[in-house]
């Protein structure tokens, strides 16, 4: 389990890899603009990022497939997501502004080209 909070390659990211063999764990801080990666459970990144200083309202819980293309490296779905208080009913992020907020943070922490 790692926060990242400054550009790392994909191949740092796939060097990570211990739960699954084509998927990574994330937890994306949306205000702070940091995501900690790589652990079997999504709460348990949240949980981290907590310690760290997050706040609940700003984490949302993604999967990251590095071996996928680039419009399929990022799935907006995971049980720490399941939030009514905040207009989001199921496991997958709903809200398409939020979805874009955590892929352009995504992008700018994951070089995915390299």
Do not use: C
């Amino acid at each position: 389990m790692e926060i990242v909070k400054s550009r790392i390659t994909k191949k740092e990211l796939i060097a990570n890899i211990r739960y699954f063999k084509t998927m990574i764990k994330a937890v994306v801080d949306v205000k702070r603009r940091i995501i900690a990666v790589e652990d079997e459970l999504h709460s348990d990144l949240e949980v981290y990022l907590l310690e760290d200083g997050s706040e609940q309202e700003d984490i949302w819980g993604i999967n990251l497939y590095p071996y996928q293309n680039r419009d399929n490296f990022i799935e907006y779905t995971a049980l720490v997501n399941i939030r009514p208080h905040q207009n989001n009913q199921s496991m997958e992020i709903e809200d398409f502004n939020l979805r874009k907020k955590i892929e352009d943070i995504v992008f700018e922490l994951i070089d995915y080209e390299s």
